[in-house]
């Protein structure tokens, strides 16, 4: 099974910062990576798809960059909707696995 | 627009059963894939089960494997989630997913159903 490394677990942060989280999968995954936003109570919704690709929707103030193994999220100008929590998940080979999220807190 | 609806969750004994059903509509549910995925209490996202079109392909994660069935009724555009067995440790939300691209991309979820497992 590929595993999922995910950093930090939780971080502090104002409206206006830059936020980075990263990704690290246990073996290439050649770019099959999604990021997925979670709002308490409610499911988790895909942010960026194959790493870098926006999904219909996602404001432009988040990005995802990275190959092979390592993999990163960015928000550029964090608004107060997006305190959340953020998942990568690897979609090259099943089992599909998540990493164990990134909990963004004002 | 796509919708997907989870129900079929409550609360069950240790070693009980449950059929979770997702009801799915604003696409043609026959050519997705679809899976099941769950979240423990204040933890994180975990795969569950995958099942391809036409019931061809059929995946389960190793720490439900033998007392899960998943199943699709294209006609009821429908996803079933059999769970047998059940332990102390499975009381989760199930989710439902839309599997795109390769079928393994996750691009829509219902809103989960609450399976509670205690005595």
């Known amino acids: 099974d590929i595993q999922m490394t995910q950093s930090p677990s939780s971080l502090s942060a104002s409206v206006g910062d830059r936020v980075t989280i990263t990704c690290r999968a246990s073996q290439s995954i050649s770019s099959y990576l999604n990021w997925y936003q979670q709002k308490p109570g409610k499911a988790p919704k895909l942010l960026i798809y194959a790493a870098s690709t926006l999904q219909s929707g996602v404001p432009s103030r988040f990005s995802g960059s990275g190959s092979e193994t390592d993999y990163t999220l960015t928000i550029s100008s964090l608004e107060p909707e997006d305190f959340a929590t953020y998942y990568c998940?690897?979609?090259?080979?099943?089992?599909?696995?998540f990493g164990g999220g990134t909990k963004v807190e004002i | 627009e796509v919708q997907l609806v989870e129900s079929g969750g409550g609360l069950v004994q240790p070693g009980g059963s449950l059929r979770l059903s997702c009801a799915a509509s604003?696409?043609?549910?026959?050519?997705?894939?679809m899976h099941w995925v769950r979240q423990a209490p204040g933890k994180g996202l975990e795969w569950v089960s995958h099942?391809?079109?036409?019931?061809?392909?059929?995946h389960y994660a190793d720490s439900m494997k033998g007392r899960l069935t998943i199943s699709r009724d294209d006609a009821k555009q429908s996803l079933y989630l059999q769970m047998n067995s059940l332990r102390d440790e499975d009381t989760a939300v199930y989710y439902c997913?839309?599997?795109?691209?390769?079928?393994?991309?996750?691009?829509?979820w219902g809103q989960g159903t609450l399976v509670t497992v205690s005595s």
């Open positions: 099942i391809s079109p036409s019931s061809s392909t059929r």
């Open positions: 604003g696409f043609t549910f026959s050519i997705y894939d």
């Open positions: 998940q690897q979609s090259n080979s099943i089992p599909l696995t």
């Open positions: 997913a839309r599997g795109d691209g390769r079928g393994y991309l996750l691009d829509s």
